[in-house]
């Protein structure tokens, strides 16, 4: 107790890492709105953030999917209503979007699961409650942008569906680290979440870490 005291009480940047072990089996990776043309006044820095937390999530989702960890990705729709998840990617892939870098990194394969949402929460008017339960996922690993936004609000609401909470720090970016910040810091304390970098995350299948 004393331990988780001082973790909490120090910044996240000076976080002592600690290695944290996630079953594989009733374990889900939800990639949220990383499909995303960034295409707004202002996203410059942003952009800046989320090129590199792609490569770093990129990554985490090689990890995790070799290990046998679905990945489900959560996208607005950008209130494209007659469009679908193809459409958005290649949209937001092309050269005149932004966010194409981050788009093309992480582009979904045909392994992956996905679901458009049209509000913040990824639960909100979408099917994920149905793919979760038959997937029988228990545990979700939330990444994604924005960290102050899209991702706390499906955190929330996975917490409130007594889900366990990974919310590795190094994959969620916000428009300014301080919003950052605060949104991890409500994912540890009020959700429960463990927000331990990605690097720190084994991934466990039948007794061998991944």
């Given at each position: 107790?004393?331990?988780r005291?001082?973790?909490k009480?120090?910044?996240l940047?000076?976080?002592?890492?600690?290695?944290?072990s996630?079953?594989?089996?009733?374990?889900?990776?939800?990639?949220?709105?990383?499909?995303?043309?960034?295409?707004?006044?202002?996203?410059?820095?942003?952009?800046?953030?989320?090129?590199?937390?792609a490569?770093?999530?990129?990554?985490?989702?090689?990890?995790?999917?070799?290990?046998?960890?679905?990945?489900?990705y959560?996208n607005?729709?950008?209130?494209?209503?007659r469009?679908?998840?193809?459409?958005?990617?290649?949209?937001?892939?092309?050269?005149?979007s932004?966010?194409?870098?981050?788009?093309q990194r992480?582009?979904?394969?045909?392994?992956?699961y996905?679901?458009?949402?049209?509000?913040?929460?990824?639960?909100?008017?979408?099917?994920?409650?149905?793919?979760?339960?038959?997937?029988?996922?228990?545990?979700?690993?939330?990444?994604?942008?924005?960290?102050?936004?899209?991702?706390?609000?499906?955190?929330?609401d996975?917490?409130?569906?007594?889900?366990?909470?990974?919310?590795?720090?190094?994959?969620?970016?916000?428009n300014?680290?301080?919003?950052?910040?605060?949104?991890?810091?409500?994912?540890?304390?009020?959700?429960k979440?463990?927000?331990?970098?990605s690097?720190?995350?084994?991934?466990?299948c039948?007794?061998?870490?991944a």
């Open positions: 107790m004393a331990r005291a001082v973790i009480g120090a910044s940047s000076d976080r002592v890492h600690r290695t944290v996630v079953p594989v089996s009733g374990t889900a990776l939800l990639l949220i709105d990383v499909i995303n043309d960034l295409a707004f006044d202002g996203s410059a820095a942003l952009v800046a953030q989320a090129e590199p937390m490569m770093r999530l990129a990554t985490l989702k090689r990890r995790a999917t070799t290990a046998g960890v679905p990945a489900i959560i607005d729709n950008f209130g494209q209503w469009s679908d998840f193809r459409q958005t990617v290649t949209h937001c892939t092309s050269s005149r932004p966010g194409r870098r981050v788009s992480l582009r979904p394969t045909s392994r992956d996905f679901v458009l949402k049209p509000k913040h929460s990824g639960f909100f008017d979408t099917t994920l409650d149905t793919l979760l339960e038959t997937l029988r996922i228990r545990r979700v690993i939330v990444t994604g942008i924005a960290g102050n936004i899209c991702v706390l609000f499906t955190a929330n996975a917490y409130m569906r007594d889900l366990k909470l990974f919310a590795p720090a190094d994959c969620i970016v916000s300014t680290a301080a919003d950052n910040d605060h949104a991890l810091r409500q994912i540890e304390i009020v959700l979440g463990n927000v331990t970098e690097t720190q995350l084994r991934f466990k039948t007794g061998r870490a």
